[in-house]
């Protein structure tokens, strides 16, 4: 029980990665309250957990609802240890000449200012008691150029930055303010990232399983969720401000396939020598 007694507030919580964490979060001990515009999802997600979850309705680029959401933690059970700032969408995509303003400030009112919104009013409440764990959803297109659309680079860039920069203000208070940033995943956002459908998940664990590094291995939600609970709990007191790359290996240039694809042929000489 690596959350016993911890109370986490996570969102984006009636989907995906986010729905994955609330479990794997209740299996280690916490009470999670998920907020999310999805209604309907979100109630049946909370109510699956019996006591151990609540449903807050929020979104996430409206102040107001964000100082709700941490008020109604509080108000519910009188502390947050653990914030995870994970609701988000696919966004505006196309050619930089193509796309249109609404679109690109959408995508970063969702995944930046979201971030930004969730990660203020949880400190308020952390500082006070001198101890909290944040995590926010970066992802390998935040930490690399050519891995997603434009506007969603540019918000997870973004998150990045301000993850780091946040975790050097907070760490006086016992605060950690980390981010993932995961590879692809099988979850409906990806579905509609690479088939234009959310609901095409068989489809889209073929196709991840198919171009993923770890051979026939595709992304999946618990992946992440098991990195989060890694940042929530005690076992990652001294990380702050860092970003942990969950992506089976393919930022490095990982390829499952021929080894001389990926891998320097130095380093498959036997007894490991380089010569280098
Ligand atoms: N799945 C992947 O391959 C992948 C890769 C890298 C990063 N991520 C990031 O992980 C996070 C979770 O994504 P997922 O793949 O689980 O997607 P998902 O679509 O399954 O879940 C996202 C959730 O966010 C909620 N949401 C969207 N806009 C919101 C708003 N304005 N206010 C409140 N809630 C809102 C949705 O309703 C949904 O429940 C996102 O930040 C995403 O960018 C995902």
């Avoid at 940033?181 to 095409?200: I, Q």
């Avoid at 939600?221 to 992506?247: F, K, P, Q, R």
């Amino acid at each position: 029980m690596r959350l016993e007694g911890k109370v986490a507030v996570i969102t984006g919580g009636a989907s995906g990665i986010g729905a994955s964490t609330v479990g794997r979060f209740i299996e280690e001990g916490a009470s999670v309250v998920l907020g999310d515009i999805q209604s309907k999802l979100g109630t049946e997600i909370a109510n699956s957990h019996g006591k151990s979850a609540l449903f807050h309705k929020c979104d996430v680029t409206n102040d107001r609802d964000m100082s709700r959401l941490i008020d109604f933690a509080i108000d519910t059970h009188g502390k947050i240890d653990i914030m995870m700032n994970n609701a988000g969408i696919v966004g505006a995509r196309g050619p930089i000449s193509k796309i249109p303003l609404e679109e690109f400030e959408t995508t970063i009112q969702i995944h930046l200012i979201g971030t930004f919104l969730g990660t203020k009013y949880a400190a308020e409440v952390m500082m006070p008691v001198q101890s909290g764990s944040i995590i926010n959803l970066a992802s390998t297109a935040g930490v690399n150029g050519g891995w997603g659309p434009h506007a969603y680079a540019a918000a997870k860039h973004g998150i990045v930055g301000l993850t780091k920069n946040v975790a050097a203000e907070l760490c006086r208070y016992g605060i950690r303010v980390n981010c993932i940033a995961p590879g692809s995943t099988v979850t409906p956002l990806v579905a509609k990232a690479h088939l234009d459908d959310h609901e095409a998940l068989s489809e889209v664990t073929e196709k991840l399983a198919e171009n993923s590094p770890i051979l026939g291995r595709p992304g999946q939600a618990i992946d992440i969720a098991n990195a989060a609970l890694y940042l929530a709990s005690e076992e990652s007191g001294n990380t702050n401000g860092h970003c942990l790359v969950v992506d089976g290996g393919a930022t490095t240039g990982s390829k499952a396939g021929d080894p001389p694809y990926s891998t320097p042929q130095p380093f498959l000489r036997e007894g490991g020598k380089s010569g280098m």
